[in-house]
Structures are given as structure tokens and as C-alpha cells.
């Protein structure tokens, strides 16, 4: 398929996105519109809604290159994911917060806790926190859907990842949620759709069973030179088999990766408010099934297939895949188009679009909200209560900030800074949503105590403890001449989820026992 054919086919979808973006921007008249689709989201919708958000460019591109680098180790992940993302996210988080966020009438995460402790500093302090820190998210994303277009149109990557930005910018400006609700219901079936295809497709292209496909790749472990020195030294044993415990692949994998995302995937504030965007708790039961479904069939495919990538470069080029693709970030890109039918890798093309593009739209949607209607509701003094002109330019601000921050990643970044988000949400936002759920005795002060516990503790472990990011932001080294403060092993490997997370926990037991209970909140259903 020459680039013309692409090229149509691109512009195609791009107008059908462009006419679900105009048709949320002409049912959408007021603020709350505009933030909740006024509450009352078919349940259908907001479960792909989900999913589509859930499942970015950076699952697909980026996780598929840690699959192909790392293994099927990576699969405990996707079963986390279905299990703490959809089960207990849906059954145990959604159903109250869908109550009290009605109650309160919340319409963005940060409100739904500045309501709940009646707290201004919380409400401006989490949204503070989803403004400045979500764009480093925001930027793996485009990244991952910039290196496919790439791949497939043979551009300069800085052409992509302008047109792509500008393309989500125009939606998610006019549109709002309503105008991101419809486009991620369409981009989660051509997902979902073409994983589908996928697995079963590249079988074919092997020309093995499930079976034979799985046993050759477990043997591929045991040819001579098939895993890189540089793997082995880290404890890699193969692509079937999880690193040795307590080795440094077994920490990237386990503590950053797995424990990082599927924890993480919890506290996530573009998830968190569609939970608010339904009337009713059944609705939300209703979505649990879709949304397992999602999740199995395309990130579960996507782990797999990656994984067995290795199989396929070893019988093309004699070599795995990590050595076939020096950067992990366009292994699936090239696998794509090397092993598939070019018309799939056209319908490829469009998955990874809509992955990145429903994540982005609900990125930036989250990140305007929390800009223009948590911190700064009214920019200019004429504005009343339901304009949406504060959010607006948030999202534009917003769209830029991701935009920079692009340029400066690293090859190899986007699951790791996918993870790396998710794990600093966890452990600043987990212990305060949790327990405006289910704890009565928690206090404002065991919120606050909470909130900056967390990501204090996460911010200095990734500048200062763990070498991943301290390393690479390298004030460490300029402060002490050394890459982290404690040069000790396992402690500079250990992502700072494993012990962030536990001490917001402890903050917000401990100083909530000790302060003034000012109001009992509202039991469960």
C-alpha cells in the first residue's frame, strides 16, 4: 500500500473524528456539558470510554517493545490491569464515587476531594499536580503515536508529531468530553478490532499453533547468543520465564512496570471522573464485562504478540528483537511492517491513532479542567460560572506544555514514563481518594499530610534514589557528584512506589487520628 492509499485512508477516519468532535461541540452548552457530558453517559460508551483511555500508544508501542525486550513477564501486568483497573476500579472506587460525586455535585477529580474534606488547598494542590505533572504522560503518549505515523509514512518524526498534536488539540478544544466520548467510542472498536486480527494473524505469518509457537520461543533462550550479554548480566532467562528475582530486570519489570502501572491505573483522574459521568450504579456493573473483554483482547495481544516478536526477527534476520530495533520504542512499528499485510498495516496505523488519540483527548481534557475550572474558574471578570473559556485555554496551555516536553524524551521512554506517572499518582492520590470512600475518621489534615507525603517522597526518590530518573535528570550528580545518594544495591533499582505509596498511607492514618474529625462523611450504598 503506497503512502497516497495511507494517506486517504488517514484522512477518512480524521473526518469521521472531525464529525464526532463537531457533534459533542454542537451538544455541548455549558460548563457541565462540557466537564461531565451533563451525567448521563450511555454505559456502553463510557465503558469503551474507559477502555479506550485506559489502552494508549504507549501500551501498545511501548509496552509491546518491553514484551519483546523483557518477555511474557509483562502479561501479570495486563491481568492487573483488568483486575484493579476494571473489577475493583468499577465495583469498590466507582460506584462511590459516582454517589458522592453526585451529591457533592464535583465535577472534576480535584473538586470531588476539595468537596469532600472541604478543603480549597486540596482541591488546588491535586490539580496542581494533574497540570504540571500529567503532560510528562501526555508526551510518551504522542510520542508513541509520532513514531508509528513515522514508521508508516516515512516522515521526519518533528512533521508527525505536529500534525498529530494538532489534530487531537481540535477536537478536544471545541468538543470537550462530549466530543472526546464519541471519538474513544469509535477508536476503542477499531482497537479492539484490530488486536483481534492481530493475534491471530501473526500465528499465521509464524506458521505455528499456539503451541509450537510458545515452545520454540521458550527454546530460543537455550541457542547460543540468543540473549544479549547485556540481558543475561540483568537477569533476563528468556522470553517466556520472568528475570531472576531480585535482579535489576525484575525490579524495572515488577516494581516500575507492573506494580507501577497497575496500581497507579487507580488513582488516575481522567479515569476516575467517568465514573461521575453515569446516573446510576447499575450502569456501572454493566461496564465491568465490557471492559474486561477490552482490556484482555488488546493489551493481552499486544504483550503476546510482542514477546513472540522474537521468534519472527530470529528467523528473518538471525537475530531478537532487540537487537534487530536498538530503540525498544519502534520494535512494533517495525514488526508490523515487516511481518503483516501492508492493508493491516494501514488498519495497524489507525489503531495506534485512536489509542493515542482517545488517551491524549482525555489527557488534556483532565488537565484544562484542572487548570480552568480547579485553579483559575474565572480568568477574566466577566466570566460566570458555566463558561467554559477558563478550561479552554487550559487545554491549549496544556496541549503546548506536552508538546515541549516531547522533544526532550529519551529513546526507550514511553513505558517507563507511562509508569512513572501512574506510580507518582498512586502514591499522591491513592490513600486520599481511598478513604474519602470508605474511612470516615480520615481528616483534612490526614489528606493534606497525605498528598504532600507522596509525592514529596516521590519527587526526591526520582531525583535523588532511583537511577532511572535521577541518573537522567543528573541534579543529583551536580549537587554530590553521583548519580544517586545511595549507590547500594537493590536500593537505587526499587521503583519509589514500593515505599511512597506506603508512607502516604501512613500519613494519612496517623495524622487523621491525631487532628479533629470535623464532619462524618457519607456511609456507603
Not at 512496570?257 to 454493566?286: E, T, Y
Request: a positive charge; glycine letters at 10%.
Amino acid at each position: 500500500m503506497n503512502t497516497l492509499q495511507l494517506g486517504i485512508i488517514v484522512i477518512v477516519y480524521m473526518f469521521i473524528v472531525a464529525w464526532l468532535g463537531y457533534l459533542g461541540y454542537k451538544r455541548t452548552k455549558n460548563a457541565n456539558d462540557y466537564l461531565l457530558a451533563g451525567r448521563r453517559v450511555n454505559p456502553v460508551i463510557m465503558a469503551l470510554s474507559y477502555g479506550a483511555t485506559f489502552i494508549s500508544a504507549s501500551a501498545i508501542v511501548g509496552f509491546g517493545g518491553v514484551a519483546a525486550t523483557f518477555g511474557m513477564g509483562i502479561q501479570w501486568l495486563c491481568l492487573l490491569n483488568m483486575f484493579t483497573g476494571v473489577v475493583i476500579a468499577f465495583i469498590f472506587f466507582g460506584k462511590r464515587t459516582r454517589k458522592l460525586g453526585s451529591r457533592y455535585n464535583a465535577r472534576t477529580f480535584p473538586q470531588f476531594l476539595g468537596l469532600h474534606y472541604r478543603s480549597r488547598a486540596v482541591q488546588v494542590l491535586v490539580a496542581t499536580v494533574i497540570f504540571v505533572g500529567m503532560p510528562l504522560y501526555a508526551a510518551v503518549v504522542m510520542k508513541g503515536g509520532a513514531v508509528f505515523i513515522e514508521q508508516m509514512f516515512h516522515i521526519d518524526l518533528h512533521l508527525a508529531l505536529l500534525i498529530f498534536t494538532l489534530i487531537v488539540a481540535a477536537y478536544v478544544i471545541t468538543g470537550g468530553i462530549k466530543g472526546v466520548l464519541y471519538t474513544d467510542a469509535l477508536q476503542a472498536v477499531i482497537m479492539f478490532a484490530c488486536m483481534l486480527f492481530l493475534l491471530f494473524g501473526f500465528y499465521r505469518v509464524l506458521g505455528m499453533g499456539f503451541t509450537e509457537a510458545n515452545r520454540e520461543l521458550t527454546d530460543l533462550a537455550d541457542l547460543a547468543q540468543s540473549v544479549p550479554e547485556r540481558f543475561q548480566a540483568l537477569g533476563h532467562q528468556g522470553w517466556t520465564r520472568m528475570p531472576v528475582a531480585g535482579s535489576p530486570q525484575w525490579y524495572t519489570l515488577v516494581t516500575s512496570l507492573i506494580l507501577g502501572v497497575g496500581i497507579g491505573c487507580l488513582a488516575q483522574p481522567q479515569l476516575v471522573v467517568r465514573f461521575m459521568m453515569v446516573d446510576s450504579a447499575k450502569q456501572l456493573n454493566r461496564g465491568v464485562l465490557i471492559g474486561c473483554v477490552f482490556l484482555i483482547i488488546t493489551v493481552g495481544t499486544i504483550y503476546h504478540v510482542g514477546a513472540l516478536s522474537n521468534l519472527f526477527f530470529y528467523k528473518t534476520q538471525g537475530v531478537v528483537a532487540s537487537e534487530a530495533v536498538g530503540d525498544m520504542d519502534k520494535i512494533i512499528p517495525l514488526l508490523i511492517n515487516q511481518s503483516m499485510p501492508q492493508w493491516f498495516g494501514a488498519f495497524f496505523m489507525l489503531c495506534i491513532l485512536s489509542a493515542s488519540m482517545s488517551t491524549l483527548s482525555a489527557q488534556f481534557h483532565t488537565m484544562g479542567a484542572a487548570f480552568g475550572s480547579d485553579v483559575f474558574p474565572k480568568l477574566r471578570p466577566s466570566q460566570h460560572a458555566h463558561s467554559t473559556f477558563s478550561i479552554r485555554v487550559g487545554v491549549l496551555i496544556s496541549i503546548l506544555l506536552s508538546y515541549i516536553i516531547c522533544y526532550t524524551l529519551s529513546a526507550g521512554i514511553i513505558a517507563r514514563g507511562t509508569a512513572l506517572f501512574m506510580g507518582v499518582c498512586a502514591a499522591t492520590f491513592l490513600p486520599a481518594y481511598f478513604c474519602s470512600l470508605y474511612w470516615k475518621r480520615v481528616t483534612r489534615q490526614g489528606a493534606l499530610a497525605s498528598l504532600g507525603v507522596g509525592l514529596g517522597v516521590s519527587l526526591f526518590a526520582m531525583l535523588f534514589i532511583h537511577r532511572a530518573e535521577a541518573k537522567a535528570v543528573g541534579l543529583c550528580h551536580w549537587l554530590t557528584g553521583r548519580d544517586v545518594l545511595v549507590d547500594v544495591y537493590p536500593w537505587y533499582a526499587v521503583d519509589p512506589i514500593l515505599y511512597a505509596l506506603p508512607l502516604s498511607v501512613l500519613a494519612i492514618v496517623v495524622v487523621s487520628l491525631l487532628t479533629k474529625q470535623e464532619r462524618a462523611e457519607i456511609s456507603s450504598e
